[in-house]
């Protein structure tokens, strides 16, 4: 299994689509700083699941796409992909080749993939789990996280041995497992809390419901009383209601008869009323016809007005039309004349135009036989032309050939040249590399005195910064401890809170009271007593006894509030509270001239109203508490005191003993005291003064540890400068050493040069004599050539002179055929402009044609319109005749009519003054009859209010039958009982009648929830099982492989330092499931040491041993290093390239790296290169390949 191919794209710098395509074996990435090669690190980090953006070298998560160059502009999108190969299925997945997605918007959106289908972070995380390429793995390794690896906590050295063990899957179900309990906790105490609200919502509502069943039972019988009252009434209307309803029906009859007689006087009324209105209907159509009349006869008379006035003008348009045809007829002469000139013109011009077609078809005919002679001569041009190219080729060929040899010759005398200049050059050489060889002996000698100083120097500081060391560990031993003492307090404090916000001490009552005041179900409550004082230090058991349970009275602000609290207390059955109204509570002081007299005496400390300390505004609630209250230091004092005065007070000491009014004495210690409230408090008093004297300690502690720090910090500078010069004289010493044995390798190979260049000198002797004979052959080749050129160009030119007599001839025929051509188009357009006349012609001659017919037409319509309007004319005169008389006649007809209508109107008023009398009786009748239904409908709606009700009450029930109904005795008696229930009922006040089924649903989710707390409990039971069972194996497992850890990192280490011992100790005194990984290491030819005291190569190939012991025991997929081989120096840098060569048989590295000794060990080299500003690109190269190629 191994990593096959990473595609990025939009991945910081890399913009563009990018791949890599990757190889088993050691893979090197190489690139100038800045170019963008530790973006292939953080982009195989995020597609694993990194989630911290920091890791990433970023601030914030739209950090990692692409940002935008100077030529491009910014992504909304990054997206990289790993294509790993499991075809040895280490990974459990039954795929050959995996594929590991994800994708990043710039809105934040982040979404992962495998194998192309959308996953969650969870699912990658699992599928790599113990694969070692997880977040707590060791598969990628920065320069920074090696350091860290010494540096970092010894948890995260064992987070990394347990990916490695494969633990790490039991670490994450453990706290997987650890966070369900913890939910498990939280819920039971939360459904304890609910299981405590619907117990008293319960006990609550079965009162309520007690309450609405009593309520139901005296309404059920108040309704029965109801309903036979208001079935007697219902009855009785009933009745009453029918019989006026047939007194009723008599007087309509009464009305009925009365009411034909004014119906027969009107019926008579009518018919005249109506003989009079057609009469005058009659005259109203006679005057519409005269009407009709007089508009026909002035509409006849404007008629013929208007035909006269239409012929006048008809005759005047007829003279018009006849002038313009005698015009058109003059312009129709003309343009016939015109028309027959153009037409002869026409004719003449076709003839000229059929000649001259002939003539140019003839020169045409001759331009194409001349230019077929040309073609011919063309033909054989190119074919001599040719035989010269050939020629001049061969020439130009011994030409080239020539030039190459007297290069070549040129060159061989410079390579001699060179030669002997380099054999005159390794001559001095070889003297001056022997004086250099003796030159190094002597500073070796010098740099190894130097070495020894600065060891012993280091050795000194080491042995300072040892006890400086242990110094700064037990400041941090002490720190610790009081971190210890301050988590202590804290908690302490927390509980007292805790008590304080319950009201722990309090009583039932008191704290209903204060929770619903809290809530705002209770307004005034001002607060307890006991919450309110203030107590000195020293005096809380005295303030205790002295006010016992007066501490828990409740301040309230007047009466109302306080009967409303007795109220609720009362209802709810919660118990009995003291309340204190500060608007009715009375207070009666000591007399302060007695109390003066007390206080000055020895051992009196004062009235306990006047040392507590309290808000204003509860002064009378606490003068009443504590206003009769002495305060003195024991008991002999106050007994002395009460005996000396005869003041109406209690005496308490500081004790607790109380010396009561009447001289009896309360004391003693109980034996396991609970706290009161006050005691509380000054215990709080007293935790918050230790909280700040231990962070004052550990103020001066973290100071002090800050001055051994800075010390110590300013010998580890020392010391590294002094490693330093120390490694930089070593490194000057190796580097002589080196020097020395490279000048013996050179003046070795110096000989060995010269040599071969002696032997260089006489081969070119021999190619020079060589090339000076080829070329005198090839000067008298090149002759022959060129004598021959010579008589074919003569030949070419002279051909090329026929040629061009030709073409001149050719040119001038073509120029007359031409001129030809344009002379006929010219011709052409002359042709078609003269017909396009004649056209015209013809349409203007048809036009004025049409002109001279239109006038005609017009002519014989005017003339027909006139004798139409004459003989309209005519008939319009008759109907004047005949309409005249008409009209004499309607006017006799009319004032015949108007004698007759007023006899009609006699016969009318007679009948009105005998209708009068007959309506005011049928009036009276009416009158009685509306009575009569206004009584009927009183009991109606009586009845209806009645029937109403009946429904409203009783549904659909049916009313009492008769013989049912109750005595008006009854009645009374049942009305009386209605209304003793009404009072009861108005008792009782308000039910809930919902509370009986709510009461019913509260229980049934009482039982529901208790059977989830016992089902939770065993749940959470189980938990703790599963657990137990998870540490217990994470133990065995990792406990196994950390001794594999151990003897792998012992080896490894030995073999990459050439000796030395190496080992991994798990931290004592710690739970052993947290407890961190150490690292302990003994360096060839040295004593034990601190891993501070190492050098920075030390460390770095420490750390490179331990990551590669792990590899070894437990391999991953890949591993990627980067630039973690910076701070090694040659030394180890082979040491270092050595091994990851050999390991890279088994295991795919990717090494990015600067360093040349990693790059020339590796076997595929991709180069990071920024071709445009701001943009990655990569290159690949094979170096088996490569070298293959290059032979």
Same mark, same amino acid.
């Given at each position: 299994?191994?990593?096959?191919?990473?595609?990025?794209?939009?991945?910081?710098?890399?913009?563009?689509?990018?791949?890599?395509?990757?190889?088993?074996?050691?893979?090197?990435?190489?690139?100038?700083?800045?170019?963008?090669?530790?973006?292939?690190?953080?982009?195989?980090?995020?597609?694993?699941?990194?989630?911290?953006?920091?890791?990433?070298?970023?601030?914030?998560?739209?950090?990692?796409?692409?940002?935008?160059?100077?030529?491009?502009?910014?992504?909304?999108?990054?997206?990289?992909?790993?294509?790993?190969?499991?075809?040895?299925?280490?990974?459990? @997945?039954?795929?050959?080749?995996?594929?590991?997605?994800?994708?990043?918007?710039?809105?934040?959106?982040?979404?992962?993939?495998?194998?192309?289908?959308?996953?969650?972070?969870?699912?990658?995380?699992?599928?790599?789990?113990?694969?070692?390429?997880?977040?707590?793995?060791?598969?990628?390794?920065?320069?920074?996280?090696?350091?860290?690896?010494?540096?970092?906590?010894?948890?995260?050295?064992?987070?990394?041995?347990?990916?490695?063990?494969?633990?790490?899957?039991?670490?994450?179900?453990? $706290?997987?497992?650890? !966070?369900?309990?913890?939910?498990?906790?939280?819920?039971?105490?939360?459904?304890?809390?609910?299981?405590?609200?619907?117990?008293?919502?319960?006990?609550?509502?079965?009162?309520?419901?007690?309450?609405?069943?009593?309520?139901?039972?005296?309404?059920?019988?108040?309704?029965?009383?109801?309903?036979?009252?208001?079935?007697?009434?219902?009855?009785?209307?009933?009745?009453?209601?029918?019989?006026?309803?047939?007194?009723?029906?008599?007087?309509?009859?009464?009305?009925?008869?009365?009411?034909?007689?004014?119906?027969?006087?009107?019926?008579?009324?009518?018919?005249?009323?109506?003989?009079?209105?057609?009469?005058?209907?009659?005259?109203?159509?006679?005057?519409?016809?005269?009407?009709?009349?007089?508009?026909?006869?002035?509409?006849?008379?404007?008629?013929?007005?208007?035909?006269?006035?239409?012929?006048?003008?008809?005759?005047?348009?007829?003279?018009?039309?006849?002038?313009?045809?005698?015009?058109?007829?003059?312009?129709?002469?003309?343009?016939?004349?015109?028309?027959?000139?153009?037409?002869?013109?026409? $004719?003449?011009?076709?003839?000229?135009?059929?000649?001259?077609?002939?003539?140019?078809?003839?020169?045409?005919?001759?331009?194409?036989?001349?230019?077929?002679?040309?073609?011919?001569?063309?033909?054989?041009?190119?074919?001599?032309?040719?035989?010269?190219?050939?020629?001049?080729?061969?020439?130009?060929?011994?030409?080239?050939?020539?030039?190459?040899?007297?290069?070549?010759?040129?060159?061989?005398?410079?390579?001699?040249?060179?030669?002997?200049?380099?054999?005159?050059?390794?001559?001095?050489?070889?003297?001056?590399?022997?004086?250099?060889?003796?030159?190094?002996?002597?500073?070796?000698?010098?740099?190894?005195?130097?070495?020894?100083?600065?060891?012993?120097?280091?050795?000194?500081?080491?042995?300072?910064?040892?006890?400086?060391?242990?110094?700064?560990?037990?400041?941090?031993?002490?720190?610790?401890?009081?971190?210890?003492?301050?988590?202590?307090?804290?908690?302490?404090?927390?509980?007292?809170?805790?008590?304080?916000?319950?009201?722990?001490?309090?009583?039932?009552?008191?704290?209903?009271?204060?929770?619903?005041?809290?809530?705002?179900?209770?307004?005034?409550?001002?607060?307890?007593?006991?919450?309110?004082?203030?107590?000195?230090?020293?005096?809380?058991?005295?303030?205790?006894?002295?006010?016992?349970?007066?501490?828990?009275?409740?301040?309230?602000? *007047?009466?109302?509030?306080?009967?409303?609290?007795?109220?609720?207390?009362?209802?709810?059955?919660?118990?009995?509270?003291?309340?204190?109204?500060?608007?009715?509570?009375?207070?009666?002081?000591?007399?302060?001239?007695?109390?003066?007299?007390?206080?000055?005496?020895?051992?009196?400390?004062?009235?306990?109203?006047?040392?507590?300390?309290?808000?204003?505004?509860?002064?009378?609630?606490?003068?009443?508490?504590?206003?009769?209250?002495?305060?003195?230091?024991?008991?002999?004092?106050?007994?002395?005191?009460?005996?000396?005065?005869?003041?109406?007070?209690?005496?308490?000491?500081?004790?607790?003993?109380?010396?009561?009014?009447?001289?009896?004495?309360?004391?003693?210690?109980?034996?396991?005291?609970?706290?009161?409230?006050?005691?509380?408090?000054?215990?709080?008093?007293?935790?918050?003064?230790?909280?700040?004297?231990?962070?004052?300690?550990?103020?001066?502690?973290?100071?002090?540890?800050?001055?051994?720090?800075?010390?110590?910090?300013?010998?580890?500078?020392?010391?590294?400068?002094?490693?330093? $010069?120390? @490694?930089?004289?070593?490194?000057?010493?190796?580097?002589?050493? !080196?020097?020395?044995?490279?000048?013996?390798?050179?003046?070795?190979?110096?000989?060995?040069?010269?040599?071969?260049?002696?032997?260089?000198?006489?081969?070119?002797?021999?190619?020079?004599?060589?090339?000076?004979?080829?070329?005198?052959?090839?000067?008298?080749?090149?002759?022959?050539?060129?004598?021959?050129?010579?008589?074919?160009?003569?030949?070419?030119?002279?051909?090329?002179?026929?040629?061009?007599?030709?073409?001149?001839?050719?040119?001038?025929?073509?120029?007359?055929?031409?001129?030809?051509?344009?002379?006929?188009?010219?011709?052409?357009?002359?042709?078609?402009?003269?017909?396009?006349?004649?056209?015209?012609?013809?349409?203007?001659?048809?036009?004025?044609?049409?002109?001279?017919?239109?006038?005609? #037409?017009?002519?014989?319509?005017?003339?027909?319109?006139?004798?139409?309007?004459?003989?309209?004319?005519?008939?319009?005169?008759?109907?004047?005749?005949?309409?005249?008389?008409?009209?004499?006649?309607?006017?006799?007809?009319?004032?015949?009519?108007?004698?007759?209508?007023?006899?009609?109107?006699?016969?009318?008023?007679?009948?009105?003054?005998?209708?009068?009398?007959?309506?005011?009786?049928?009036?009276?009748?009416?009158?009685?009859?509306?009575?009569?239904?206004?009584?009927?409908?009183?009991?109606?709606?009586?009845?209806?209010?009645?029937?109403?009700?009946?429904?409203?009450?009783?549904?659909?029930?049916?009313?009492?039958?008769?013989?049912?109904?109750?005595?008006?005795?009854?009645?009374?008696?049942?009305?009386?009982?209605?209304?003793?229930?009404?009072?009861?009922?108005?008792?009782?006040?308000?039910?809930?009648?919902? *509370?009986?089924?709510?009461?019913?649903?509260?229980?049934?989710?009482?039982?529901?929830?208790?059977?989830?707390?016992?089902?939770?409990?065993?749940?959470?039971?189980?938990?703790?099982?599963?657990?137990?069972?998870?540490?217990?194996?994470?133990? #065995?497992?990792?406990?196994?492989?950390?001794?594999?850890?151990?003897?792998?990192?012992?080896?490894?280490?030995?073999?990459?330092?050439?000796?030395?011992?190496?080992?991994?100790?798990?931290?004592?005194?710690?739970?052993?499931?947290?407890?961190?990984?150490?690292?302990?290491?003994?360096?060839?030819?040295?004593?034990?040491?601190?891993?501070?005291?190492?050098?920075?190569?030390?460390?770095?190939?420490?750390?490179?041993?331990?990551?590669?012991?792990?590899?070894?025991?437990?391999?991953?997929?890949?591993?990627?290093?980067?630039?973690?081989?910076?701070?090694?120096?040659?030394?180890?840098?082979?040491?270092?390239?050595?091994?990851?060569?050999?390991?890279?048989?088994?295991?795919?590295?990717?090494?990015?790296?600067?360093?040349?000794?990693?790059?020339?060990?590796?076997?595929?080299?991709?180069?990071?290169?920024?071709?445009?500003?701001?943009?990655?690109?990569?290159?690949?190269?094979?170096?088996?390949?490569?070298?293959?190629?290059?032979?």
């Amino acid at each position: 299994m191994y990593l096959k191919r990473l595609d990025i794209k939009g991945f910081k710098s890399f913009a563009d689509n990018t791949e890599l395509q990757l190889n088993p074996g050691l893979n090197i990435v190489v690139g100038p700083n800045g170019c963008g090669k530790s973006n292939i690190v953080d982009a195989i980090r995020w597609v694993l699941g990194e989630t911290s953006i920091r890791q990433l070298r970023g601030q914030k998560n739209e950090d990692v796409i692409f940002n935008g160059s100077d030529k491009k502009k910014a992504l909304g999108m990054a997206f990289v992909e790993l294509v790993i190969d499991n075809s040895d299925h280490s990974l459990p @997945l039954d795929f050959s080749e995996i594929t590991l997605g994800r994708k990043v918007h710039r809105s934040g959106e982040s979404e992962f993939y495998l194998n192309k289908s959308r996953v969650r972070l969870k699912d990658i995380s699992d599928l790599l789990s113990g694969s070692g390429v997880g977040k707590k793995g060791y598969a990628i390794i920065s320069q920074g996280e090696l350091e860290e690896v010494l540096n970092g906590q010894a948890l995260d050295r064992r987070l990394m041995l347990e990916e490695a063990a494969g633990v790490i899957k039991y670490r994450q179900q453990r $706290d997987e497992v650890k !966070k369900r309990i913890l939910n498990s906790s939280n819920d039971l105490l939360r459904l304890g809390d609910i299981l405590e609200e619907l117990d008293l919502r319960r006990q609550e509502l079965f009162r309520k419901a007690e309450k609405a069943r009593l309520y139901m039972a005296l309404n059920s019988e108040c309704q029965e009383l109801d309903k036979s009252v208001l079935g007697f009434e219902l009855a009785r209307t009933e009745k009453d209601w029918q019989q006026k309803s047939r007194d009723l029906i008599q007087k309509q009859n009464e009305i009925q008869a009365q009411a034909g007689q004014v119906a027969l006087l009107e019926a008579k009324l009518r018919e005249e009323e109506e003989g009079l209105a057609r009469q005058q209907l009659s005259l109203g159509e006679l005057g519409e016809q005269r009407h009709l009349l007089e508009s026909r006869l002035n509409l006849l008379q404007g008629e013929i007005r208007l035909g006269e006035e239409r012929i006048k003008n008809n005759n005047k348009r007829i003279d018009d039309a006849v002038a313009d045809e005698k015009k058109q007829l003059i312009l129709l002469d003309n343009i016939q004349r015109d028309l027959h000139l153009c037409s002869v013109d026409y $004719d003449k011009e076709q003839q000229n135009m059929a000649q001259r077609v002939a003539e140019y078809n003839e020169l045409e005919h001759e331009v194409q036989e001349m230019e077929s002679i040309i073609a011919g001569f063309k033909g054989d041009f190119d074919k001599k032309k040719a035989l010269v190219f050939d020629k001049m080729k061969q020439e130009s060929q011994l030409k080239n050939e020539l030039a190459e040899k007297a290069e070549l010759l040129s060159q061989a005398r410079e390579k001699k040249e060179r030669l002997k200049i380099h054999i005159e050059e390794l001559a001095a050489k070889l003297l001056k590399g022997r004086k250099g060889h003796l030159q190094c002996q002597e500073e070796i000698r010098a740099l190894q005195a130097e070495i020894g100083q600065k060891q012993s120097f280091i050795a000194e500081l080491s042995r300072e910064k040892d006890e400086l060391a242990k110094v700064l560990q037990n400041l941090n031993d002490s720190y610790r401890e009081l971190n210890q003492r301050s988590i202590e307090i804290n908690n302490q404090l927390l509980a007292i809170k805790d008590l304080q916000r319950n009201l722990t001490g309090y009583s039932p009552a008191v704290k209903s009271i204060i929770k619903q005041a809290r809530s705002g179900r209770l307004q005034g409550i001002m607060g307890v007593l006991g919450e309110i004082l203030e107590v000195p230090a020293g005096m809380e058991l005295a303030i205790d006894v002295a006010a016992g349970n007066g501490l828990q009275n409740i301040v309230v602000a *007047s009466e109302k509030e306080v009967r409303e609290a007795i109220d609720y207390l009362k209802v709810q059955e919660l118990g009995r509270a003291t309340f204190l109204p500060l608007d009715v509570l009375k207070v009666k002081p000591l007399p302060g001239s007695v109390v003066e007299k007390i206080l000055v005496q020895d051992g009196v400390l004062g009235l306990a109203s006047r040392l507590v300390h309290y808000d204003k505004k509860f002064a009378k609630a606490v003068e009443y508490l504590l206003g009769r209250v002495l305060l003195v230091e024991d008991l002999s004092r106050g007994i002395r005191i009460f005996r000396e005065s005869s003041l109406p007070c209690r005496i308490v000491s500081l004790d607790g003993e109380l010396i009561n009014v009447s001289g009896a004495i309360t004391g003693g210690k109980k034996a396991s005291p609970t706290q009161t409230p006050l005691q509380r408090r000054a215990e709080e008093k007293k935790l918050l003064l230790r909280q700040q004297e231990n962070e004052q300690a550990r103020e001066d502690n973290r100071r002090e540890q800050k001055q051994v720090e800075s010390r110590w910090q300013e010998l580890e500078q020392v010391i590294s400068r002094a490693r330093n $010069d120390l @490694l930089e004289s070593q490194f000057r010493c190796d580097m002589m050493m !080196k020097q020395k044995e490279d000048l013996a390798h050179e003046l070795l190979d110096d000989e060995r040069e010269r040599d071969g260049y002696l032997e260089q000198l006489s081969r070119l002797d021999r190619e020079a004599a060589e090339i000076e004979r080829e070329t005198s052959l090839l000067h008298q080749k090149l002759g022959d050539i060129e004598q021959e050129n010579q008589k074919l160009m003569i030949d070419l030119e002279n051909f090329k002179d026929k040629m061009e007599v030709k073409r001149r001839d050719y040119e001038v025929f073509r120029e007359r055929l031409l001129s030809y051509k344009k002379q006929l188009d010219m011709k052409g357009r002359e042709l078609e402009n003269i017909k396009k006349n004649l056209s015209q012609f013809e349409e203007l001659r048809a036009s004025y044609q049409q002109s001279r017919d239109d006038s005609r #037409q017009l002519m014989q319509s005017l003339q027909l319109e006139i004798r139409q309007e004459e003989s309209r004319m005519e008939q319009f005169k008759k109907e004047l005749e005949n309409k005249t008389e008409d009209l004499a006649r309607l006017s006799a007809e009319s004032r015949q009519m108007q004698e007759k209508e007023k006899g009609n109107w006699a016969l009318i008023e007679k009948y009105r003054q005998e209708m009068i009398p007959a309506r005011e009786s049928l009036a009276r009748l009416e009158t009685g009859v509306r009575n009569l239904e206004v009584a009927a409908a009183r009991l109606e709606v009586e009845l209806d209010g009645f029937k109403s009700r009946w429904r409203e009450k009783f549904a659909a029930e049916a009313a009492f039958p008769a013989e049912e109904l109750l005595t008006p005795g009854e009645i009374r008696e049942a009305r009386k009982r209605i209304a003793i229930l009404q009072q009861q009922l108005e008792a009782i006040g308000s039910v809930d009648i919902a *509370s009986i089924q709510e009461y019913e649903e509260v229980s049934g989710r009482y039982d529901f929830v208790k059977q989830q707390y016992d089902d939770l409990s065993s749940a959470r039971d189980s938990l703790d099982e599963l657990l137990q069972k998870t540490e217990k194996l994470m133990l #065995q497992d990792f406990s196994r492989f950390l001794l594999l850890a151990n003897e792998s990192f012992k080896n490894t280490f030995s073999e990459i330092f050439g000796g030395g011992e190496a080992s991994l100790r798990i931290e004592a005194e710690v739970d052993r499931l947290e407890a961190g990984v150490d690292i302990e290491v003994k360096m060839p030819g040295k004593r034990s040491q601190s891993l501070n005291l190492l050098s920075g190569g030390e460390r770095a190939l420490t750390c490179i041993a331990f990551i590669f012991s792990l590899l070894r025991l437990r391999p991953v997929p890949f591993c990627v290093l980067d630039e973690i081989d910076a701070s090694l120096d040659e030394v180890n840098l082979q040491r270092f390239s050595g091994f990851i060569t050999a390991m890279s048989r088994s295991l795919q590295f990717i090494v990015i790296t600067h360093r040349q000794a990693t790059i020339e060990s590796g076997e595929n080299i991709y180069g990071i290169t920024m071709p445009e500003e701001g943009v990655s690109a990569v290159l690949t190269l094979n170096v088996f390949e490569a070298e293959s190629l290059a032979g």
